[in-house]
């Protein structure tokens, strides 16, 4: 099974256990208490350090002549959940994991937070076999260069905001509704509301990164809602 992921992801780990732990979620090893089996909260918290600065040495790189805010924006655009939830799916990255029953049977495997957040450890457990070089590398062919492009995560705010004006939705409203976490590793969950309704809800490690979460899954509703009219 791990070589099979290996292969989607085109790295091969020289220590396998660093990927196997990776893959598990706290779920199971909390049924597995006895065992002592550890979870990938740790890599977690490793490959979401990684990927911040492997992405913004790539827009930094990619855009010479773009400010900072433009840069932040679009940085927390592409390695919203949804996003990285998305190139999760790409690698099959769902099918590997080992969850406990009951995130199982609640489908856990399908989750954007949970299939973000193992991506994220996958990125620290490279960085930990190959150094930075390895994850960076991960990062710009499987995130950026895969999501550079993609209308849903180009800059998810703004695109929201230009649809519904669009269509006299009326207005958005962001609230903060969640966090969790020490603080030099907080995670925020935000809302979109579209005239007073839940549109979208998303999460990330700023404020920022949760708001445009929750404007792509509002973005991606509002177009599955388009085509079933169709």
């Given at each position: 099974m791990l070589q099979q992921l290996e292969k989607a992801i085109g790295y091969e780990f020289k220590n396998k256990t660093l990927l196997a732990t990776a893959l598990i979620h706290s779920s199971f090893s909390n049924e597995h208490r006895?065992?002592?089996?550890?979870?990938?909260?740790?890599?977690?918290?490793l490959g979401d350090a990684a990927l911040e600065l492997a992405s913004s040495r790539y827009l930094y790189e990619k855009f010479p002549d773009e400010p900072e805010g433009w840069l932040s924006k679009k940085r927390a655009a592409l390695v919203c959940e949804p996003s990285l939830a998305e190139c999760a799916r790409a690698v099959d990255l769902?099918?590997?994991?080992?969850?406990g029953r009951g995130e199982d049977k609640n489908q856990g495997r399908q989750r954007d937070s949970l299939l973000s957040d193992a991506f994220e450890a996958v990125i620290g457990a490279m960085l930990l076999d190959g150094g930075f070089d390895?994850?960076?590398?991960?990062?710009?062919r499987f995130?950026?260069?895969k999501?550079?492009?993609?209308?849903?995560?180009?800059d998810a705010?703004?695109?929201?905001?230009e649809a519904v004006q669009g269509a006299l939705m009326g207005?958005?409203?962001?609230?903060t509704v969640d966090e969790q976490g020490p603080e030099h590793d907080r995670t925020f969950t935000a809302e979109v509301k579209i005239d007073g309704k839940i549109s979208g809800t998303g999460s990330g490690h700023s404020k920022k990164m949760a708001e445009q979460a929750a404007a792509a899954e509002a973005l991606r509703r509002l177009n599955e809602e388009a085509e079933h009219r169709i």
């Open positions: 006895k065992e002592h089996i550890p979870n990938n909260e740790r890599l977690e918290f769902g099918s590997h994991l080992q969850l390895a994850a960076e590398k991960f990062v710009r995130v950026m260069d999501m550079i492009d993609h209308p849903a995560y180009s705010k703004t695109r929201l905001q207005e958005i409203e962001y609230c």
